[in-house]
């Protein structure tokens, strides 16, 4: 199998295993990342299935990467466009018949589960390296191409907008803030903070090698 295959297939599986842990995110009700949390807020408001949101949003942001800079668009980041929001959709569709009214343990395992299965998808999309998705390339054209600042702090910039106005329409579409953890708590706080070390495990032990064959 080439190199390209190799490329092509991880990218496609590492989306894959990605959509999915948002659902099981979305089972856990305990706070996802800042760009679903975002999403919620989206899903919450507006009357359409999350995945054709999904792809509503995402051709927004691709539109804004193709007119400022389209050198972080590639194959992956269309996987992600127009997969990624659909089989997320369908994950938690089917999870919630599955796991009805689910106590607090098995929603806190639900958010480990989701967590490692994130950082796995991740490896896989990122080593891979063949484009960014649509939100990722906001942080990057911010940073390398505007020069605001360090790309770590154009996406803590990035992150909390999204948690802030995810929240912000949550509750404008009649959410709580009660409830308001369910898409903003310490599912993201972990995602935002602790994911990176994860996906730098499973790059070197198993994205890495599966690349290069070794």
């Known amino acids: 199998m080439s190199i390209k295959t190799k490329r092509i297939l991880m990218s496609l599986c590492g989306v894959i295993i990605c959509a999915i842990s948002v659902g ?3 089972i856990a009700a305990l706070g996802v990342d800042p760009f679903q949390t975002l999403m919620a807020g989206l899903d919450k408001l507006i009357p359409i299935d999350f995945g054709t949101l999904y792809v509503i949003v995402n051709l927004l942001l691709l539109t804004f990467s193709l007119i400022v800079d389209r050198h972080n668009i590639g194959i992956a ?3 992600n466009l ?3 929001g659909y089989i997320t959709d369908f994950t ?3 999870l919630q018949t599955v796991i009805v009214e689910p106590s607090m343990p098995v929603r806190a395992i639900c958010l480990a589960v989701g967590i490692l299965v994130i950082c796995f998808g991740s490896a896989l999309y990122m080593t891979a390296d063949l484009g960014v998705s649509t939100y990722d390339a906001v942080a990057i054209v911010m940073s390398r191409k505007w020069k605001l600042m360090q790309f770590q702090y154009c996406r803590i910039l990035t992150d909390v907008v999204c948690v802030v106005l995810g929240v912000v329409l949550f509750l404008l579409a009649g959410g709580t803030w009660g409830l308001a953890p369910t898409i903003a708590g310490v599912g993201t ?4 903070f602790f994911m990176g070390p994860v996906i730098e495990f499973f790059n070197r032990k198993v994205a ?4 290069n064959g070794k």
């Open 208 to 211: 890495r090698p599966m690349l």
């Open 24 to 26: 099981v995110f979305k």
């Open 82 to 84: 127009f997969l990624l």
């Open 92 to 94: 938690y569709g089917f």
């Open 77 to 79: 980041t269309f996987i």
């Open 189 to 192: 706080i972990i995602t935002a």
